[in-house]
């Protein structure tokens, strides 16, 4: 497996962010990797959703999520999607082709710690029928981690 660096420069640490644009700009630096995998990976985080949160934090946990997922994944679509209620946001990075749920908890340990800090917490689900889902979810307001 390729290693590989992705940079990404916030505005702020500590502002509304709209879920849909980071994780564009986070999936770029992930297209390359995933078209040598033969995969697709589509955003289907809602455009309106946006969250109050530390920016840092939770760009480090989505790439990290997302490179997990690219990385254990060949000729597959990959979708992320997100859904959000009050205070407390719920991102879903799922593939369609099961690859093992342990190959996916190997590589999120130091997710979990992060998410920590935002109040979170971290899923992975894995069945034949519906392929592999991995999710975070976190309070998405400052005030509430």
Do not use: W
């Not at 390729?2 to 500590?14: A, F, G, I």
């Not at 630096?29 to 078209?35: F, K, Q, R, T, Y």
């Not at 990290?64 to 859904?83: F, G, P, Q, Y």
Request: glycine share 6%; aromatic share 4%; proline share 1%.
């Amino acid at each position: 497996m390729k290693s590989q660096t992705l940079v990404y420069e916030s505005k702020s640490t500590c502002e509304k962010i709209k879920l849909h644009n980071l994780v564009d700009k986070l999936m770029e630096g992930l297209i390359p990797e995933a078209v040598n995998r033969r995969s697709l990976i589509i955003n289907d985080v809602n455009p309106n959703i946006q969250v109050d949160t530390d920016e840092n934090v939770l760009a480090f946990v989505i790439v990290k999520l997302l490179t997990t997922v690219v990385n254990h994944t060949e000729s597959n679509c990959i979708h992320i999607n997100a859904s959000s209620s009050g205070n407390h946001t719920s991102i879903q990075v799922k593939d369609h082709v099961s690859s093992g749920k342990n190959n996916y908890v190997y590589g999120l340990g130091q997710v979990q710690n992060l998410l920590q800090k935002l109040g979170g917490a971290i899923s992975v689900s894995c069945s034949r029928t519906m392929g592999t889902i991995v999710a975070f979810s976190f309070n998405n307001s400052l005030s509430a981690a």
